[in-house]
């Protein structure tokens, strides 16, 4: 069993590079694309589709797109007009759930308000879902049965909080704060499954700075920058920050802004055993994951053995 973690010296908290332990994991899947295809031919297919003109999401599919292609894969995306109807996205999926050389299918979200995130996320196949969101894989990773495909930024964390502790974290108190449907309630199954006693926090909390000062995990994703204070966290505890927030930077100049996560990250390290930054410390994690859940489908729809992917 993990023990907890003990106290680091004031300013002196390891940084959890998110950015290496993610390089390891693409790596590795690059070499297993290699021997596959070698092996049987098998080449995995990853399909994004994008809707609209929004900036970040444009970013984020770009590199989506060329981290697939480094890695090997068969990759396309389809981009389509800020007005396009749920009916055409709905045929689109269905085109690439019919595909045999698509082994994954990610609609980046949001979507425009007239096309409903729902049922788009339930029309895609649930062992193409490598964004792991179907109701489908959603059920079997709360229930431990079968063998789902996992979102990918809880997947992440969980790796980056292994790093941190070691392989097994059973018996550790974690708090999650943040309940959605993408990271905080995935996160928490994630958690309870590595035998942890886990709260869900979320802005109703009572007395949250008190909650989290409970834990000897914290992975904060509740979207508001910098709320998580130093003074809210155990000596020790590893801190996963899921947060990617804009806030303005005048000491840059006018107009400029910078990144910063959930976590006051300047008075965490001053407490904390572990933290990763903003950037570089769970955004990188998330394409990685994205990678292996799309080799894994692959895998799994080729009647060929997933690796594990650590």
């Given at each position: ?74 990759s396309v995306q389809y981009n389509l007009a800020a007005d ?168 840059k100049g006018e107009g400029k802004t910078r990144l910063v ?50």
């Amino acid at each position: 069993m993990a023990s907890a973690p003990s106290s680091s010296a004031e300013g002196r908290a390891r940084l959890i590079d998110g950015r290496a332990v993610a390089a390891e994991i693409t790596a590795h899947v690059a070499a297993e694309v290699a021997r596959v295809r070698a092996a049987s031919g098998v080449v995995p297919g990853l399909a994004v589709v994008l809707v609209g003109e929004d900036p970040a999401s444009h970013v984020y599919v770009g590199a989506k797109g060329r981290k697939a292609e480094e890695l090997g894969f068969h990759s396309v995306q389809y981009n389509l007009a800020a007005d396009t109807g749920e009916a055409a996205v709905l045929e689109l999926v269905e085109r690439l759930n019919l595909d045999p050389t698509i082994n994954g299918i990610l609609v980046q979200l949001p979507l425009p308000a007239q096309i409903d995130s729902a049922k788009v996320i339930e029309a895609i196949r649930p062992d193409k879902d490598v964004d792991g969101f179907h109701p489908v894989n959603v059920g079997r990773l709360a229930t431990g049965s079968g063998y789902p495909l996992v979102p990918c930024t809880p997947a992440g964390c969980l790796i980056l909080a292994k790093r941190a502790l070691g392989k097994s974290l059973a018996g550790l108190d974690a708090v999650v704060i943040g309940r959605s449907n993408i990271v905080g309630k995935p996160m928490a199954q994630l958690l309870l499954k590595e035998s942890c006693t886990v709260t869900l926090a979320h802005s109703r909390t009572r007395d949250l700075p008190a909650t989290v000062r409970r834990a000897d995990i914290v992975v904060a994703a509740v979207g508001r920058p910098e709320m998580v204070r130093g003074d809210w966290l155990k000596p020790g505890a590893i801190v996963i920050d899921v947060g990617m927030n804009r806030i303005p930077a005048p000491e840059k100049g006018e107009g400029k802004t910078r990144l910063v996560g959930d976590v006051a990250f300047a008075e965490a390290k001053a407490v904390a055993g572990a933290v990763t930054p903003v950037p570089g410390g769970v955004g990188p994690m998330t394409i990685a994951m994205l990678m292996a859940n799309t080799f894994i489908a692959a895998c799994r729809q080729n009647g060929l053995p997933a690796p594990e992917i650590a």
